[in-house]
């Protein structure tokens, strides 16, 4: 299993065929930030983030736009752990990233998942901090990028 960090690639690299590769987003502790999930497809996709709650900033017919923002509730947003976006739409959700760790966003419907419908948000704090990384990696933890073959500590 490989990651790629950064990014998250519209089509695979290398041409036509599948891959497995795991998609790692960046982001700092105590920013906000704004996630567009799009839905092309005749199907309602429901989408979930672990261990965080977010705020539902708009969702609209069509592709989602720059242009997009000046339709968002800024005033009374809702908050939830899991999200809807209609066929033929995009729900534009924030989230304050008030946990440091890795945190799984992914799609409700176990097939799509599976697929690959997912990615993973690491939220770094350069701060080392015993309240936010008191225990350490699990043994089975599948391990990647730079942590791939190195041995975990035991619980």
């Known amino acids: ?24 987003m960046h982001a700092n502790f105590r920013e906000f930030v704004e996630i567009v ?10 989408w979930h983030i672990d261990v965080y709650s977010f705020f539902v900033l708009g969702m609209d ?3 989602w736009t720059q242009a997009s ?26 989230v304050a990233l008030d946990n440091v760790g890795m945190w799984n966003v992914r799609s409700q419907n176990w097939a799509r998942q599976y697929l690959g419908q997912q990615f993973y948000l690491r939220v770094y704090s350069p701060a080392h901090s015993w309240r936010d990384e008191l ?3 699990t043994r089975n933890a599948i391990l990647c990028g730079r942590a791939k073959g190195r041995h975990t500590r035991p619980l």
């Open 1 to 24: 299993m490989q990651c790629s960090t950064g990014s998250i690639p519209t089509h695979p690299p290398g041409g036509n065929g599948g891959y497995l590769q795991t998609s790692v």
């Open 37 to 46: 999930f799009q839905n092309w497809e005749d199907s309602v996709q429901s």
């Open 61 to 63: 017919g069509g592709q």
């Open 69 to 94: 923002r000046a339709c968002y509730n800024l005033r009374d947003t809702v908050a939830r752990s899991t999200v809807q976006v209609y066929p033929k739409s995009w729900t534009a959700i924030s």
């Open 135 to 137: 225990l350490p990696i």
